[in-house]
């Protein structure tokens, strides 16, 4: 059995001969612990894989990751860089003020410039189950683009920009979704992070309100091309699963 055929059977509720194994390992483990991290890999192959990512640099993008410097990534959003595998730092969002939604489009370039004959042809090379280089997450670049704490108020009052902006993402998440359903890979990412240890992040009413129907567009879009979802969120999101089943 190839791992793509163990996770297929696992994800259909089919007996299988062991787990389906993947393992996400922090950038700065794998710098510091190279070896043990190598031998895990040996020992312990992963049965999911990701093909690197096609998509073009977009308008804004400037600048490459380096020891103490900045970029600014295809959004806008300007990172500050210490050092390799270390976590990086925002220290501009190009809409922390709202005032600036008007002159403002996301880099639905990179999606056009998007090259996936390599993906495919990674894909049927594979005989692991391969998932999109890329996660769908709305609520991860309303964060990025504003800062979270205004996104959370924005979204608890109403405030009207906040909800245009949010169109404006999920008009960019669907043209990333429908790239991928046409490809070779097996699924996709959703991930957006919508509790901390004591719950939700936002009430439940704006979230099946506002962010449900998103992800419902999402999950029609990749299984009417045979695609499998996961779905990936940091924190106690109990109230949500019924909603997301």
């Not at 410039?113 to 990674?122: H, I, M, N, P, S």
Request: charged share 25%.
């Amino acid at each position: 059995m190839t791992s793509r055929e163990l996770v297929l059977r696992a994800l259909s509720n089919e007996p299988v001969d062991r787990i389906p194994r993947d393992l996400w390992i922090d950038p700065q483990v794998a710098i510091d612990r190279s070896d043990d991290v190598a031998e895990i890999e040996v020992r312990f192959p992963a049965d999911l894989v990701r093909p690197e990512s096609p998509y073009a640099l977009g308008a804004c993008s400037a600048g490459k990751r380096a020891s103490n410097g900045q970029i600014t990534d295809s959004w806008g959003c300007v990172w500050q860089v210490s050092r390799e595998g270390q976590e990086e730092q925002i220290v501009e969002r190009p809409l922390s003020d709202l005032r600036n939604l008007g002159k403002y489009s996301p880099p639905l370039e990179c999606l056009k410039g998007a090259k996936l004959t390599k993906v495919d042809r990674f894909c049927e090379q594979s005989h692991r189950f391969v998932l999109a280089p890329v996660e769908v997450s709305p609520l991860h670049w309303l964060q990025q683009l504003r800062g979270p704490e205004l996104v959370r108020k924005d979204l608890e009052s109403g405030v009207k920009g906040i909800r245009t902006l949010l169109d404006m993402v999920h008009a960019f998440c669907q043209a990333e979704v429908g790239l991928w359903a046409g490809s070779q890979v097996d699924g996709m990412v959703l991930g957006d992070d919508w509790g901390s240890a004591d719950g939700l992040l936002v009430p439940q009413e704006v979230w099946r309100e506002l962010f449900r129907p998103l992800y419902r567009e999402y999950c029609k879009t990749l299984h009417d091309h045979d695609k499998m979802v996961f779905f990936r969120s940091s924190g106690n999101v109990t109230e949500l699963l019924g909603d997301m089943v």
